[in-house]
């Protein structure tokens, strides 16, 4: 099969890509020029090219363009995602961006990247979550942001996804990510009631990996397949936490994407290539990151990017 044949969609945390504004609503005051990660100017915009160059080298193996969509979490606002695809290495191909700010309490949210040339955007909409602590205390987190289209001339339905994340532990946290994968249940019910065949596609930082609950029993059925199912192994994943390997980043699909031949599911996968990768010290074999700790490293993420490939 050539590269005219074939497609790819993203997805990528792009860990903490503040602008260097201090937001009054927000706690980005360690991103700014005067706080504790002293961000300014130089170090927004030298991540900001770091972004645009992975975004579009991904895929390009396979495919004739970098992926016609790209979700994206961990961007503080709309201008973040549009300096993006305003970088130098995007700026001549045709992207364009959906975001909303959510009310998570550090201001960053999720957002979607599309070529104009081969997704027709038609209605967009953040979709609030209402998730509590065990103590009755609402948890700020993000929205899910919900995106239709034509893509190559097909209706689409796109979510993307940053779901509460396990820094209280897994144990404390686990029933909130069940809470979204039910939401999100909720308006594939109701899509899949209007259109038996729609197409969907649910990406994200699902703060959790493929055989969790979450995934595993509350979103994965035989209307909704992960591709990303094989690609955890003890040696590879997306991020790595106290020496074990994630898969956090995942890319699901209706089983329509398998039924038809058009905009049909080949393969998915890490892109983990050696330019991502810290190649020194202890933190070898990891994801490059921008900062560890409060020493800057200049380097892109603590996520490793996802995609998947299709035919049109």
């Not at 201001?107 to 027709?120: M, N, Q, T």
């Not at 921008?290 to 490793?304: A, C, E, L, N, Q």
Request: aromatic share 12%; glycine share 6%; with cysteine.
């Amino acid at each position: 099969m050539t590269k005219e044949n074939l497609f790819s969609i993203a997805f990528y945390n792009t860990e903490n890509l503040f602008d260097y504004k201090d937001d009054v609503h927000t706690l980005d005051n360690d991103y700014t020029p005067s706080g504790r990660k002293k961000w300014g100017h130089y170090r927004y915009q030298h991540k900001v090219n770091k972004i645009a160059k992975v975004i579009s080298k991904i895929g390009t193996t396979d495919c004739m363009f970098p992926p016609v969509l790209v979700g994206l979490a961990e961007v503080e606002t709309k201008q973040v995602a549009l300096d993006i695809i305003h970088s130098e290495v995007l700026r001549y191909l045709n992207y364009d961006c959906v975001h909303y700010d959510s009310p998570d309490e550090r201001g960053i949210d999720v957002a979607l990247l599309y070529h104009k040339d081969f997704f027709e955007l038609t209605s967009s909409e953040a979709i609030p979550v209402q998730v509590f602590e065990t103590n009755g205390v609402k948890d700020d987190t993000r929205d899910i942001l919900y995106v239709q289209g034509n893509l190559y001339g097909e209706l689409t339905h796109v979510f993307v996804n940053h779901w509460p994340s396990r820094r209280k532990g897994i144990d404390k946290t686990h029933f909130k990510r069940i809470a979204l994968a039910n939401i999100l249940n909720y308006r594939i019910d109701q899509i899949l009631a209007e259109d038996p065949e729609a197409k969907i596609i649910i990406m994200g930082d699902f703060n959790d990996d493929p055989t969790s609950e979450s995934i595993a029993k509350h979103l994965v059925s035989n209307r909704i397949k992960n591709p990303m199912e094989k690609l955890l192994t003890p040696k590879e994943g997306t991020l790595i936490h106290n020496g074990v390997w994630h898969l956090f980043d995942q890319i699901l699909y209706s089983s329509t994407f398998e039924k038809e031949q058009k905009n049909q599911f080949q393969k998915a996968a890490i892109y983990n290539e050696d330019f991502l990768t810290d190649w020194t010290g202890r933190n070898k074999g990891e994801p490059l990151r921008t900062y560890i700790g409060k020493f800057y490293r200049g380097g892109f993420s603590d996520h490793f990017p996802v995609y998947a490939i299709f035919k049109k």
